[in-house]
């Protein structure tokens, strides 16, 4: 609990987290007047898939960027060291820490993406079960790119590291990684589609839009080709929850076995 | 007490300690003195626990050095050098967050009579980034000082503070008769004034003196008093 307190009050006194913010807060209001021409009915999820088309490229960064900077100000502020040479090691401190860091990014964004309901209410017929899962793919997307920066701030020795490792990461999920795929997709057959299908949604960012779209009705699975029934194979909160797990145990396990106390190597 | 037995640290080929023994007995104000690079971090890292004794022994209070249990750091407390702590909390907060991550709740008795103790209790409620390199160090010794550990781990607690602040840490440590204190430093005056004794590293091995004996076997005498 002490962690959390302990980043809340850095974060809130600091400039970065609101500056973060305010940007999301300007894109959403902005997204909200541009779509004030859309149906009552229908306009509601034609902003959601707007809002999250816009903000799917900010957030990622950001988590990386406040993950990775977070831990490594521990390092260079040598509040590390005097952690770990107390009840603390590192696995324990990278816990403690990714909890305060997902409270204190994921408590302001839920506060303004309530806001931004309240506002919503006044232009378009609202589906809370459908903005429960926006927010939800929200959550998702902050979870696994904090902790993947989280594990770049514990590799790193220097903050040039920091920025060639983020930019990397971000580079590799929004281009790299289906650029990839799409040079095997020929060889794909009723065979090596699950294996095809499981390498193309451990891209969180497919995870998390699949899972948004069908979530909201845009797709249905109804009428799906026997190639794609495959590749679908199981359901895309399954996806996900994988996609989660799997990235969230790969960048604690990655951050412990990689990390450097800087100072004594 | 701080007993080290036959330690040997090495990275790749360079070997850093070499077959190191030594013993820092209770209460002792112990300097921990040599060049740069000498190996003083390696020295101070392996009796904190943070780099693995893969050849010989180090024993704290009696108890052995290992990752396997954490008894041992129950009995140290460590201020590293050129630390920052976190500069948006105020000094009491910070010294709340290390109480709590220390002991799992802050006694606000015991962080005011800390406090006092170094001259801060006026300024506990002014962000740290505010403080001056002085007023930081003094706030790291009030966070050692609060957990109450026998031995302390300085890395050159003076490094880079004016001569009054110099002064005002050294009242400190000179007031602490219950502690055992090993203290790396480069600065002799200090060693002079606060120090009962010098442990010497030169080329991995290591030589412990009575602070007159390392003055005069190093010709010494008249420098920095």
Redesign the interface.
Known sequence: MHYIWKEWKENIRGKGLWLSLSIIVLISISILFRSSVLSFDKGFYVLLINLFDAIIYFIPILCLFIGAFSIFQEKEQKTLIMLLTKKDNYASFLVRKSLGLYVVVLVPLMIWFFLYLLLLKFNFGLDITSYLIFVAAIICLNLVFLQMGAAIGSFSRSRMQIIGYTIFVWFYFFFLHDFILLSFLPDVTHENVKLFSAAYFLNPLQAVRMFLETGMGLYSFGHMSRLLEKFMWTKPVFFLLGNLVIWLVISFGTAIVFNRKEGYE | MIRVTNLNQSFGKKTVLDGVTVEIGKYEICALVGRNGAGK??FI?SL????PVKQGAIAINGIEVTNKN?EW?KA??????????????TGL?NM???A???SGKADLARMEQVLRSVSLWDDRDV?VKKYSKGMLQRLGLA?TLY?DSSILILDEPTSGIDPMGRKEILEVLKSLHDKTILLSSHHLDEIRQVCTHVVYLNEGKMVKFTVREFLETHHLGGIGS
């Open positions: 971090s390696t890292n904190l626990g943070l780099l954490d750091k140290i407390a460590y201020l590293p050098e050129k630390f920052m702590l976190y500069p948006m909390l907060e709340t967050f290390f709590e991550a220390v962000q966070i957990q």
